[in-house]
Nanobody, 125 residues
């Protein structure tokens, strides 16, 4: 499984960006697609995840209400709509794929076997 993230860029505080992650092959029903981010000098942080089948999702604490994860199964693509962006959201954003994860496991990067390259999001103040 290969993942390709895109959509990063420079945006002013309060603005929006939509990231995309395209999966190279049709994923099975038990896959979970997640977004993580790593800010300069910080550890990688969970952003959001969604089940490929059924669409149940979960979010990291500071993203709730501002970020929305969605998917287009026909296009093998997962999206991350980011609104009300803050300078603290500046980071490299990574998409990842894991299998057979329950809700409590979705926020742990060690549970994801496949990772895409990062796409950089810079939020200016």
């Amino acid at each position: 499984v290969q993942l390709q993230a895109s959509g990063g860029g420079l945006v002013q505080a309060g603005g929006s960006l939509k990231l995309s992650c395209t999966v190279s092959e049709r994923t099975g029903r038990d896959y979970v697609l997640g977004w993580f981010r790593r800010a300069p000098g910080k550890e990688r942080e969970f952003v959001a995840a969604i089940r490929w089948s059924g669409g149940g999702s979960t979010y990291g604490g500071s993203m709730k209400g501002r970020f929305t994860i969605s998917k287009d199964n026909a296009k093998n693509t997962v999206f991350l709509q980011m609104n009300s962006l803050e300078p603290e959201d500046t980071a490299a954003y990574y998409c990842a794929a894991g299998q057979r994860l329950i809700i409590s496991e979705m926020s742990k990067e060690r549970n994801y076997a496949y990772w895409g390259q990062g796409t950089l999001v810079t939020v200016s103040s």
